[in-house]
């Protein structure tokens, strides 16, 4: 793999190489559920507001890639996830430093590139979080996030058995690598969804 450290805050003003409009093309060459398309977008939305209010607003284009494109090979390899995406991104030419990004959010899930900058843990801390937020919003009478509180995703939190495929321990273990108390995560990744819902 080559392993491509970021610096700790936006000096590097990382410029990504890959288009998004390539981003796009490779999201839907290896992706045909509209449910993985969607989250693709939903988890790139949420990596912009982020890289925006974290203060990293000159690798927004960067951090949004790394969401658009965090589960490339999960459709058509979901047993070599994380894995099999290194050989497509080097055959794809595609960024090293975005490689290395999305291969951390499996980070000790067949995978030990450990989430070290700010954008690798937030990547980590928002994917599983942003599955379980559209899935309580599905189950409001306005299908909506716009509506939505941090305590309606709390109790949906704590119901392992409602949206059961979004890890509860890796949100948490995300909100702690962040440094932050889970229902900031929350309340932020809330915030994040509503801005895409309006169109921001």
């Not at 449910?35 to 949004?64: D, I, K, N």
């Not at 948490?172 to 932050?180: N, Y």
């Amino acid at each position: 793999m080559r392993i491509q450290h970021l610096p700790e805050n936006n000096a590097g003003r990382i410029q990504p190489l890959l288009t998004r409009e390539r981003a796009i093309e490779l999201l839907k060459k290896y992706n045909k559920e509209p449910f993985h398309l969607q989250h693709g977008e939903t988890v790139e939305a949420a990596m912009r507001y982020f890289a925006r209010t974290l203060g990293y607003g000159a690798e927004v284009e960067f951090w949004g890639l790394v969401g658009l494109l965090h589960d490339l090979d999960y459709e058509m390899y979901p047993e070599e996830h994380c894995i099999k995406v290194q050989e497509i991104f080097e055959a794809e030419n595609v960024d090293p430093e975005i490689e290395r990004a999305v291969v951390s959010h499996c980070y000790g899930h067949g995978v030990d590139v450990k989430p070290e900058h700010e954008m690798e843990r937030v990547l980590y801390a928002v994917d599983e979080l942003t599955g379980l937020i559209g899935a309580t919003a599905l189950m409001r009478p306005s299908k909506s996030t716009l509506d939505m509180n941090v305590s309606s995703v709390r109790k949906k939190f704590k119901d392992r058995k409602f949206a059961a495929g979004c890890s509860r321990d890796i949100i948490q273990q995300g909100a702690e690598m962040l440094g932050w108390e889970l229902e900031k995560l929350m309340e932020e990744t809330i915030r994040a969804m509503q801005e895409m819902e309006r169109g921001v």
